[in-house]
C-alpha cells in the first residue's frame, strides 16, 4: 500500500529535523523545505499528498503560500504547524482552503492525527482554540476583525518600534519595496492613513508595550 507522501516546510533546522524523525515512520517525507518560495517549487514539483508548513516563513509566508497553492490548483492539504495560537490567523488559514491548524508545542501525535483526518477529507482544528475559531467562523465574514499574517505582524511590529523600512527590509531578508507594500496593505485593510495610526494598531494587538 503506497504511503501518503508529506512535503515539509520549516525554516528552524532543529523543528523541521524533529519533525522529520516524527513523520517518517508514518508517511513518506518527499522533502523539507525552509521558506515559501521554496515550499511552492517543492510543491509543483514532488506532487504530495499533505504539505505541512510553518506559519511565519522568510521569503513569503505560509498563508500567502496557501492562496498561491490555491490559485496553481495544486491538490495537496495544507495543515499548519505554528506556535501561533491565535484564533483570527486560524480563521484566517481555514477560510483559505487550509485542512489543519496544530500548536507547535502540542505536535506529535496530534499532527499525526491531523495529516491523516486531511487525507480523509477532514479538517483538524487544535483544540486550545477550536471554541473561539468556531465563534469566528460563525459570525459574518464582513464583520470579522481584520486578520494580519505572520508577515505582516513582523513588519508592523518593526513599524511600531521605530525601524526605517530598508533596516526592516535587511532585518527580515525581503526588499524595501515588499515591506512598503505590506506596510500599505495593512494600512489599506485597517482603513488606517498614517504610521501613526498602525502604531496604535500594533499596541493594540500587543506587539510592542505601550
Do not use: C, N
Amino acid at each position: 500500500m503506497r504511503r501518503a507522501r508529506v512535503l515539509l516546510a520549516d525554516d528552524h533546522t532543529v523543528v523541521a529535523q524533529g519533525l522529520a524523525s516524527l513523520l517518517w515512520e508514518e508517511f513518506e517525507l518527499v522533502g523539507i523545505v525552509g521558506d515559501g518560495k521554496a515550499l511552492l517549487d517543492a510543491a509543483q514539483r514532488l506532487q504530495p499528498d499533505v504539505i505541512v508548513a510553518d506559519m511565519a516563513m522568510p521569503v513569503m509566508d505560509g498563508l500567502e503560500a496557501l492562496h498561491r497553492l490555491k490559485a496553481a490548483r495544486l491538490d495537496a492539504k495544507v495543515i499548519f504547524l505554528t506556535m501561533h495560537a491565535d484564533a483570527q490567523l486560524a480563521t484566517a488559514a481555514l477560510r483559505a482552503g487550509a485542512s489543519g491548524y496544530v500548536l507547535k508545542h502540542s505536535a506529535g501525535e496530534e499532527l499525526i492525527t491531523a495529516i491523516w483526518a486531511a487525507l480523509q477529507g477532514r479538517t483538524y482544528l487544535t483544540p486550545l482554540i477550536a471554541q473561539d475559531v468556531i465563534t469566528t467562523l460563525m459570525a459574518p465574514e464582513k464583520q470579522a476583525t481584520v486578520t494580519l499574517t505572520p508577515r505582516q505582524r513582523e513588519v508592523l511590529r518593526l513599524i511600531a518600534e521605530g525601524r526605517r523600512m530598508k533596516e526592516i527590509a535587511a532585518l527580515l531578508q525581503l526588499s524595501t519595496r515588499t515591506v512598503e507594500t505590506h506596510k500599505y496593505e495593512m494600512m489599506r485593510a485597517l482603513g488606517v492613513q498614517s504610521t501613526a495610526e498602525l502604531v496604535r494598531y500594533a499596541i493594540h494587538l500587543g506587539l510592542v508595550a505601550r
